[in-house]
């Protein structure tokens, strides 16, 4: 059986023996000459299935302590992971600028028609959320789309199901976007019109300034609802002390 293959058996084996409980969450796997006697392969086939288990997250390998089998259980294939929005949008921040500047030079005409109408359909008062989140996702993906690079546009994709799919993800940006409607529109117009032009470098530029001017608005707003979360313990606080003196 080649090398390759067997390291993938091997992974699946022990996948499968700490998905019965024989190795619970948190515990320590047994070393690399254990394992490797029990499976009957070298050292060097444990080690490979260990990486493959440590990069789905199933275990984690600590330098020096060993390797251990991880607290929360890995996602499912096609299953999301929990991230932030902040994290998201530095992510979104990272592909779709590069996506635009790929798009600059290769753009069609069609595409940039589609472009305008989205931004005319983005300057409609009176659309609610869902709406908004719509037209912006194809406004997106039709830059991605457009950079001719299908793995661009699979990434893209898959960030805005976890723009849409997320909860929390969707929680913040609802109480980021509901106000920045005039804004947002300005951003998208000036990343139309450096497509427009074809300049790489301009489309980029305007990609990356939209998506860090969210991510500071998502900083201001956690502020905030820290803040007022703060207020309210606060409040409430001072309503039981008053209501303990009253009772002295």
């Not at 190795?23 to 499976?39: I, K, S, W």
Request: charged share 30%; net charge negative.
């Amino acid at each position: 059986m080649a090398e390759r293959r067997l390291f993938q058996e091997v992974a699946d084996r022990i996948a499968g023996m700490i998905a019965e409980g024989v190795f619970p969450p948190g515990t320590r796997l047994p070393g690399e000459r254990e394992l490797a006697e029990q499976f009957d392969v070298s050292r060097v086939t444990i080690r490979e299935a260990e990486i493959a288990l440590q990069a789905t997250g199933v275990i984690r390998i600590k330098t020096g302590s060993g390797v251990y089998v991880s607290d929360t259980p890995a996602a499912k294939p096609g299953e999301l992971p929990a991230v932030s929005a902040f994290e998201l949008t530095e992510a979104r921040s990272l592909f779709e600028s590069e996506a635009a500047a790929l798009a600059a030079p290769i753009i069609s005409d069609d595409q940039i028609e589609v472009l305008d109408a989205l931004l005319k359909d983005m300057a409609e008062e009176g659309a609610d959320d869902d709406r908004i989140t719509e037209i912006d996702r194809a406004f997106h993906l039709t830059i991605a789309s457009a950079s001719g690079n299908r793995a661009i546009t699979h990434t893209v994709e898959t960030l805005w199901r976890m723009r849409t799919e997320i909860q929390d993800v969707r929680d913040t940006h609802k109480s980021v976007c509901h106000h920045d409607a005039s804004v947002r529109h300005r951003e998208h117009a000036a990343i139309v019109d450096a497509l427009r032009r074809r300049d790489s470098v301009a489309a980029r530029a305007a990609m990356r300034q939209h998506f860090s001017r969210l991510l500071e608005a998502m900083l201001d707003a956690t502020e905030q609802r820290e803040a007022q979360a703060l207020k309210l313990k606060s409040a409430a606080s001072r309503a039981r002390f008053l209501m303990s003196a009253q009772l002295v």
